[in-house]
């Protein structure tokens, strides 16, 4: 592969990761190039290529040459300071089972036996995944208008996000900024790894999607799907928690919780749990003045909302499923997930958007540090 890299130019390398990202499979993204450019490859090659730039685009973000365009001071509000917000999740990727490997490898082999011809023996075959969905970590950092954002992934365990994230935050010099927010989901081993790494954070908050989310669920229980008493309650309490803060929305909670009728009360109990465990977090809504995003409590965005970032991360791997969890029931394109992952990411504009990536140039230049 190295040899046929030499001979397809830098802008068409660019192309064909583009058109994979968008992409369902590499014999679509090969047909699309062939359609946009003129240049005739097969799916096979395509991957292969893909694969290749994704394989020197990790190498470079090892070796820290990936530029950045952009540091945290220059994340201005509207006021004038300067604000960065970090956020973490886990999300679950589609990956391709052994299974659907050795079925895959069958195909293979049946058409080269109809074709009749002698060919180049097959290289050996990959070990394929145990489960069809693995779970990433996402490391997100963004301004207030999305303007300026950095998004990393990682297969690694919460070890390998947490040092991801320091990582990150070095890269565009988080402590320049004049208030650095956090805004997650809460889950224990993303505050835990914020202590370990000693991001420089001011605040670290619930997000308001999670906290809608678990909500919501348990509206779903107590009152059913459409039940106007359980929306109108739902709408009420994430009101209070937003306006008035955690006591207040405890103390909600609380009240609600003793007039349902015993069998209704595990619901309660799991709400009042989830909300209980991230009391210091939900103490920053309501407050003037935390530096918890006025915009994420406003109109319900989180790192989910860096939707910007995890589904622009989804469209970068090609996903047809919008959103980073599974679950939905929608189908979804499934294709190595490292170096593809990796390329993607650079390639996928999930950073402020710039030139194409070349980590074999002397000099990057100003180009859009991706991974």
Not at 164 to 169: I, T
Not at 223 to 249: I, M, N, P, S, V
Request: overall charge positive; glycine content about 12%; aromatic content about 6%.
């Amino acid at each position: 592969m190295d040899a046929a890299q030499t001979r397809i130019s830098v802008g068409v390398r660019e192309m064909a990761c583009r058109l994979n990202g968008d992409g369902k499979n590499f014999d679509k993204a090969a047909a699309n190039l062939c359609r946009t450019a003129q240049v005739h490859v097969s799916g096979e090659t395509l991957r292969q290529l893909v694969e290749a730039e994704g394989r020197r685009v990790a190498q470079a973000q090892k070796a820290g040459q990936l530029p950045m365009d952009w540091s945290a001071a220059d994340c201005r509000t509207e006021s004038g300071t300067s604000r960065i917000y970090f956020g973490s999740d886990g999300v679950q990727v589609p990956v391709v089972t052994d299974i659907e490997k050795r079925k895959r490898r069958q195909k293979v082999k049946d058409k080269r036996r109809r074709r009749g011809k002698k060919a180049r023996p097959l290289p050996p075959r990959k070990a394929g995944a145990d489960q069809k969905y693995k779970e990433f970590k996402i490391v997100a950092y963004y301004d207030e208008t999305q303007t300026h954002r950095l998004v990393a992934g990682t297969r690694g365990n919460h070890e390998a996000a947490g040092r991801l994230m320091r990582r990150q935050a070095s890269r565009i010099r988080l402590d320049l900024a004049d208030e650095k927010v956090g805004n997650v989901d809460g889950a224990p081993w993303i505050r835990n790894q914020v202590q370990k790494q000693s991001l420089p954070l001011d605040a670290l908050g619930l997000d308001f999607y999670h906290l809608s989310e678990n909500v919501h669920k348990a509206r779903r229980e107590v009152y059913g799907e459409e039940d106007d008493r359980g929306k109108q309650w739902a709408g009420e309490l994430l009101h209070t928690f937003k306006h008035q803060g955690y006591e207040a929305g405890w103390q909600q909670l609380v009240s609600w919780r003793a007039g349902l009728r015993r069998g209704r009360r595990r619901a309660a109990d799991g709400l009042l749990n989830y909300v209980s465990d991230r009391r210091e977090m939900l103490a920053l809504s309501g407050v003037p003045g935390q530096g918890l995003a006025d915009r994420q409590w406003s109109d319900g965005g989180d790192v989910q909302d860096a939707d910007g970032a995890v589904e622009g991360f989804g469209d970068a791997l090609g996903w047809q499923q919008r959103r980073g969890h599974h679950g939905s029931g929608s189908s979804v394109s499934k294709r190595p997930m490292g170096p593809v992952l990796a390329k993607s990411i650079a390639a996928g504009g999930l950073t402020t958007p710039g030139t194409f990536v070349r980590p074999d140039d002397a000099v990057l230049g100003n180009s859009a540090g991706g991974a």
